[in-house]
């Protein structure tokens, strides 16, 4: 059974740092590009980061460039996002995503920028 669980999410003032783990299980996780997107309500989900299977290639969204960095760890089938310098803009229901061919989502972590 393919699973994908998120963790690492919560409040966190401006300026401060989160690192959200997504955590794979049930697939060949080396395989797989993995993708954070987050979604906010009334709003299409954002693609924010990619990396590819080897980790070797990442690609960002221009609104996070320079701030956020997605990283993995094949050997424990985990994805990473490494956000600092956090805004209210960042703001959202983070997702992680496993694609190849078909497409695996976990269930959501939350992530709220406040002071």
């Known amino acids: 059974q ?3 669980v ?7 003032q401006p300026g401060g740092s989160l690192r959200l783990s997504c955590a794979a ?6 395989m797989y590009a993995m993708r954070w997107y987050r979604q906010v309500p009334g709003k299409e989900r954002e693609l924010v980061a990619t990396i ?5 290639s990442t690609t960002y969204a221009d609104s996070v460039k320079g701030r956020f960095t997605i990283s993995r760890d094949n050997a424990e089938n985990t994805v990473y996002l490494q956000m600092n310098s956090l805004r209210p803009d960042d703001t959202g229901v983070y997702y992680c995503m496993a694609i190849r061919i078909t497409a695996y989502w976990g269930q959501g972590t939350q992530v709220t920028v406040s002071s």
Do not use: D, I
Not at 6 to 12: A, D, F, I, K, T
């Open 25 to 30: 299980s049930g697939f060949t996780f080396s």
């Open 2 to 4: 393919v699973r994908l």
């Open 52 to 56: 590819a299977g080897n980790g070797r």
């Open 6 to 12: 998120e963790s690492g999410g919560g409040l966190v």
